[in-house]
């Protein structure tokens, strides 16, 4: 493959008369250029910007590290090539690999590096081709003042959140770096979909084991396995029952006495939440009907949060499983160790972050608040 050409801001004002002229097919001038025809079709898009600067305009400036900028772009043409998605950490984490290869010691993979790579080489970031019922103001202002008598004689490390949401494990992310002027397509994702409940408290510093519902009572990828990092439970559709949120709370609150601990667990009023066991050490509180959106933490931002973080490691296999020339097959016990670190990778920030979103600010003391993540 042809080394990319950059144009100066000449070459595309030069470029754009030579279309003008109508001496010349556009295909012809685009490899006279040395530039991809929807390339060649983006700067005549933009003609305006380039007429108007005119030879004045200087060449965007090239790249400290030829070499490594070379290898990026490559490899970010292969990936795009085979529909792989890529995020703009991965980018840095590839352009640090390739760092390190080619012995450059000096170079940084800052997203001032990433900015500018994206400039030189016309890289933009695209979309590859919950709950919206209406929430009634007025419920969400009541119970927000209602809230603080709700959770007396509760630290912040002892209110907790808890939630369902389905994972199709084996899917990328539907967000790509990709060239200007390339149609974004992705692969045919898989529908391979599981259940998990997390639970975390409102400061981050406890996170409930996640709890995995899968099809398979016992899957062959457990055959030998002597530890999880997740537990697991089945049935025919993989989705949370009433039978199971039962055995899970129960599992909770001997859990509990065990520490000696008294929490309050906030959670949706959905029907598999309908059979709620006599417990001694965990208190359970509903959250009004249809504000979820509005009033749960982890419906804030924590479960897109893992999502991100989960969506990262699928990328990072598929991309070495590319290297290696080898299929990527996802199994039942990947995605849980996949979905374990991703959980783990959620920052306290960001829980705390969402509590506060959801109206359990006026719980966190004032000297514990710091500026946080955007959920």
């Known amino acids: 493959m042809a080394k990319r050409k950059t144009l100066s801001y000449q070459d595309k004002v030069k470029l754009i008369e030579t279309v003008d002229a109508g001496n010349k097919k556009k295909s012809d001038i685009a490899k006279e250029f040395g530039i991809p025809?929807?390339?060649?079709?983006?700067?005549?898009?933009?003609?305006?910007k380039y007429e108007r600067q005119g030879t004045s305009c200087k060449r965007i400036k090239g790249p400290e590290f030829k070499d490594v900028d070379e290898s990026v772009y490559q490899w970010l043409k292969q990936c795009r090539d085979k529909n792989?998605?890529?995020?703009?950490?991965?980018?840095?984490?590839?352009?640090?690999?390739?760092?390190?290869?080619?012995?450059?010691?000096?170079?940084?993979?800052?997203?001032?590096?990433?900015?500018?790579?994206?400039?030189?080489?016309?890289?933009?970031?695209?979309?590859?081709?919950?709950?919206?019922?209406?929430?009634?103001?007025n419920v969400c202002t009541e119970w927000s003042q209602k809230l603080p008598d709700l959770v007396k004689g509760y630290k912040p490390d002892d209110i907790f959140n808890a939630d369902e949401t389905g994972l199709f494990y084996q899917c990328l992310p539907d967000k790509t770096l990709t060239f200007?002027?390339?149609?974004?397509?992705?692969?045919?994702?898989?529908?391979?979909?599981?259940?998990?409940?997390?639970?975390?408290?409102?400061?981050?510093t406890v996170k409930l084991k996640p709890l995995m519902i899968g099809k398979s009572k016992n899957p062959r990828c457990?055959?030998?396995?002597?530890?999880?990092?997740?537990?697991?439970?089945?049935n025919k559709k993989s989705w949370m029952n009433s039978g199971v949120f039962e055995k899970w709370l129960t599992d909770l609150d001997r859990q509990m006495k065990k520490k000696k601990k008294k929490i309050l667990l906030f959670i949706d009023n959905a029907t598999a939440h309908g059979d709620i066991p006599k417990m001694k050490n965990v208190k359970i509180e509903f959250l009004p009907p249809n504000t979820t959106s509005k009033l749960q933490p982890?419906?804030?931002?924590?479960?897109?949060?893992?999502k991100v973080h989960y969506r990262k490691e699928v990328v990072r296999l598929f991309l070495r499983d590319l290297e290696d020339k080898n299929p990527t097959k996802i199994s039942?016990?990947?995605?849980?160790?996949?979905?374990?670190?991703?959980?783990?990778?959620?920052?306290e920030n960001t829980i705390k972050n969402c509590f506060k979103k959801s109206g359990f600010k006026q719980q966190v003391d004032e000297e514990e608040e710091s500026v946080v993540e955007d959920c």
């Open 84 to 137: 792989l998605p890529v995020s703009g950490p991965i980018l840095k984490e590839k352009a640090a690999q390739f760092a390190a290869q080619l012995n450059k010691p000096d170079f940084r993979a800052s997203n001032g590096w990433l900015q500018n790579f994206k400039k030189r080489n016309e890289v933009i970031f695209k979309k590859v081709t919950g709950e919206s019922a209406s929430v009634d103001d």
């Open 332 to 347: 039942i016990l990947d995605a849980m160790w996949m979905a374990s670190k991703a959980w783990n990778n959620v920052t």
């Open 298 to 306: 982890l419906d804030q931002g924590i479960i897109k949060n893992f």
């Open 222 to 234: 457990f055959k030998g396995v002597q530890s999880f990092p997740m537990d697991y439970t089945s």
């Open 180 to 204: 200007k002027g390339d149609t974004c397509h992705g692969g045919k994702n898989s529908k391979q979909r599981v259940t998990l409940l997390l639970g975390t408290n409102q400061i981050g």
């Open 37 to 48: 025809a929807n390339t060649l079709s983006t700067i005549l898009k933009n003609r305006e």
